[in-house]
């Protein structure tokens, strides 16, 4: 009987120490009203913390104020929007739907090197990815250098590409002419503009780096 109280003496030593690292650990957040319930134990019982596993980072992270979590989800968001409507203006004076203006070209190529690099990174801080209106993947947490390298790649295509709308070769020099765009009503012959041949080239990679990133880290909306 001694022994079993000695056992049980211990049992409700360990269990009170462990409660108490379990309070511990917790981490508060401050405000967090419209943490989203998919990644709350109510909804999914299987994403339950485990007490000898470590929390996964996506559930336990040091977000930011719900404010200026909302205003760097509709900043990133903008950002995102702005370089879509660009890349369908690019393709479509490059692939023959409009005609070829090559300061326009480079003005808006110019435009997505400007919002790439740290100005893209910027607006995704980790504390702001896993939040309601984020398209934003968990994946992000945890792999802040894959994506930064990637912010990093579309600032360079995005330059390479500008350079290129920049050459004007001639035709012994292999160059492609486009129609150039006309805001004459006039049944005029178009004129043709000179570009390098190399352009489709680095437009393309300009895109493969836009969805590589999009695989990766961006998820349909929560």
């Given at each position: 009987?001694?022994?079993?109280?000695?056992?049980?003496?211990?049992?409700?030593?360990?269990?009170?120490?462990?409660?108490?690292?379990?309070?511990?650990?917790?981490?508060?957040?401050?405000?967090?009203?419209?943490?989203?319930?998919?990644?709350?134990?109510?909804?999914?019982?299987?994403?339950?913390?485990?007490?000898?596993?470590?929390?996964?980072?996506?559930?336990?992270?040091?977000?930011?104020?719900?404010?200026?979590?909302?205003?760097?989800?509709?900043?990133?968001?903008?950002?995102?929007?702005?370089?879509?409507?660009?890349?369908?203006?690019?393709?479509?004076?490059?692939?023959?739907?409009?005609?070829?203006?090559?300061?326009?070209?480079?003005?808006?190529?110019?435009?997505?090197?400007?919002?790439?690099?740290?100005?893209?990174?910027?607006?995704?801080?980790p504390g702001a990815?896993?939040?309601?209106?984020?398209?934003?993947?968990?994946?992000?947490?945890?792999?802040?250098?894959?994506?930064?390298?990637?912010?990093?790649?579309?600032?360079a295509a995005a330059?390479?590409?500008?350079?290129?709308?920049?050459?004007?070769?001639?035709?012994?020099?292999?160059?492609v002419f486009l129609?150039?765009?006309?805001?004459?009503?006039?049944?005029?012959?178009?004129?043709?503009?000179?570009?390098?041949?190399?352009?489709?080239?680095?437009?393309?990679?300009?895109?493969?780096?836009?969805?590589?990133?999009?695989?990766?880290?961006?998820?349909?909306?929560?």
């Amino acid at each position: 009987m001694k022994h079993l109280k000695i056992k049980l003496l211990i049992f409700i030593f360990f269990l009170f120490a462990w409660s108490t690292n379990v309070q511990a650990f917790s981490f508060d957040f401050g405000d967090n009203d419209d943490f989203h319930p998919y990644w709350g134990p109510a909804y999914n019982p299987w994403l339950a913390p485990n007490p000898w596993l470590a929390p996964p980072p996506y559930r336990f992270y040091p977000q930011l104020p719900s404010f200026d979590r909302s205003n760097m989800v509709q900043r990133r968001q903008r950002v995102m929007s702005n370089h879509d409507d660009t890349m369908t203006r690019l393709k479509e004076q490059l692939y023959g739907r409009n005609g070829f203006n090559r300061a326009e070209a480079i003005k808006l190529t110019r435009q997505i090197e400007l919002t790439s690099g740290a100005a893209l990174t910027g607006n995704f801080h980790p504390g702001a990815v896993v939040d309601y209106h984020s398209r934003t993947t968990p994946a992000f947490w945890g792999n802040e250098q894959a994506f930064t390298a990637n912010a990093q790649a579309l600032q360079a295509a995005a330059r390479d590409l500008a350079i290129e709308l920049e050459k004007q070769p001639k035709a012994e020099e292999g160059a492609v002419f486009l129609p150039k765009r006309s805001y004459s009503y006039t049944h005029q012959e178009t004129e043709s503009v000179p570009v390098s041949p190399v352009i489709w080239e680095k437009f393309n990679n300009l895109s493969t780096v836009c969805e590589s990133c999009h695989r990766q880290f961006r998820g349909h909306r929560w």
